[in-house]
Nanobody, 123 residues
Framework: VQLQASGGGMVQAGGSVRLSCVDSRRTFSNNGVGWFRQVPGKEREFVASIAWRGGNTAYADSVKHRFTISRDNGKNTVYLQMNNLKHEDTAVYYC?????????????????WGQGTLVTVSS
């Protein structure tokens, strides 16, 4: 598994952004995948996770009903659609593939990490 996250940028509050996470080795269709985010000086935090079949998902309370995680295993890609963005969503977003096919909120469950993509929300 080798992950590449993309899609970050600058957006105004209330706007939308879609992040993509591609497995360039085309092997992660059996892995649960998660998105985490980190602000300088703070710990990395869970955002969303999806099981390998795509049916089960989990969200942090702070993003529930605004963010949607989905995956297209045929394209080896996981997406994070972020709507109604707030200034506090500003962070570097990381995607990660787990060691199991299941949903997880625990960072230690994720074995493979992408390089991160910066999302800046201006108020």
């Amino acid at each position: 598994v080798q992950l590449q996250a993309s899609g970050g940028g600058m957006v105004q509050a209330g706007g939308s952004v879609r992040l993509s996470c591609v497995d360039s080795r085309r092997t992660f269709s059996n892995n649960g995948v998660g998105w985490f985010r980190q602000v300088p000086g703070k710990e990395r935090e869970f955002v969303a996770s999806i099981a390998w079949r795509g049916g089960n998902t989990a969200y942090a309370d702070s993003v529930k009903h605004r963010f949607t995680i989905s995956r297209d295993n045929g394209k080896n890609t996981v997406y994070l659609q972020m709507n109604n963005l707030k200034h506090e969503d500003t962070a570097v977003y990381y995607c990660a593939a787990g060691s199991t096919p299941y949903v997880s909120r625990v960072m230690q469950s994720f074995r493979y990490w992408g390089q991160g993509t910066l999302v800046t929300v201006s108020s």
